[in-house]
């Protein structure tokens, strides 16, 4: 008997990148989650069209339409549950959660930084990392916490910074890895092979022993 597919909701706010590249992973047979919803807090987020197209339940909850940010969140547990959602993953979606919602779905709700956390937590990333001068940037999947881009690290993928990037150069590199990433370590946690000890991931995965990433590429030149 195969085992049930863990049920995922992905939370967006826009053009909707990593959930398509989390929708079409989950195509594969063997793969332990399916989307059974996506979410968007701006009814106009141009990811919702995809979802549509793919027969994927796909709402705009649009934040601005709630008194308040916990009518808001309430309406969006009502149909997390009412999707009967093992897991929410967060794909670009450019809402704060209220510690209270972060509580409800700790440990079961997952976000992706483009950024090697904790470094640059926050808005505009990209920007601050070239500011900073940085030869090595990537991508952060992680468990959601109340504060902002802070949580059990359960994976990270790292891109060289070229001194000529600019942020959007810098935002497709990475975007890139962001695609390969965040699939992989969906999959691994929804199969339950990432647990967490004292707020540390205790699955070893494999680690890539000749991966030292150089920036500069300093090729066979000392
Ligand atoms: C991604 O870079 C993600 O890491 C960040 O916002 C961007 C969303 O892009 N939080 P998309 O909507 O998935 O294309």
Redesign the pocket.
């Known amino acids: 008997m195969t085992a049930l597919k863990k049920r995922v909701a992905i939370l ?9 590249s989390l929708v079409e992973a989950s195509r594969a047979a063997n793969c332990p989650y399916e989307v059974v919803v996506v979410i968007a807090n701006r009814p106009d987020a141009a ?1 919702l069209l995809f979802a549509k197209e793919q027969n994927i339940p796909a709402l705009g909850l649009d934040h601005t339409r709630y008194e308040s940010r916990d009518h808001f969140e309430g309406q969006l547990h009502t149909v997390l549950t009412a999707s009967k959602v093992d897991l929410v993953a ?5 809402r704060l959660m209220t510690p209270e919602f972060v509580q409800k779905w700790r440990d079961r709700m997952l ?4 950024s090697l956390l904790p470094a640059f937590k926050g808005l505009h990333t990209h920007e601050r990392s070239i500011a900073a001068g940085v030869r090595i940037s990537g ?1 952060t999947v992680h468990l959601v916490r109340p504060a902002m881009d802070e949580g059990p690290i359960l994976g990270q993928a790292a891109v060289p910074v070229a001194v000529d990037d600019t942020a959007e150069t810098l ?1 497709a590199r ?2 890139e890895a ?1 695609h390969k990433l965040y699939p992989r370590i969906l999959a691994a946690y929804a199969a339950g092979r990432i647990s967490i000890v004292d707020e540390r991931v205790s699955w070893p995965g494999s680690v890539n022993q000749s991966g030292t990433l150089f920036s500069p590429d300093l090729g066979s030149a000392s």
């Open positions: 967006i706010s826009g053009r909707g990148s990593n959930m398509r990811g967060c794909a670009g979606f450019m976000n992706i930084h483009p991508c935002a990475i975007l962001e």
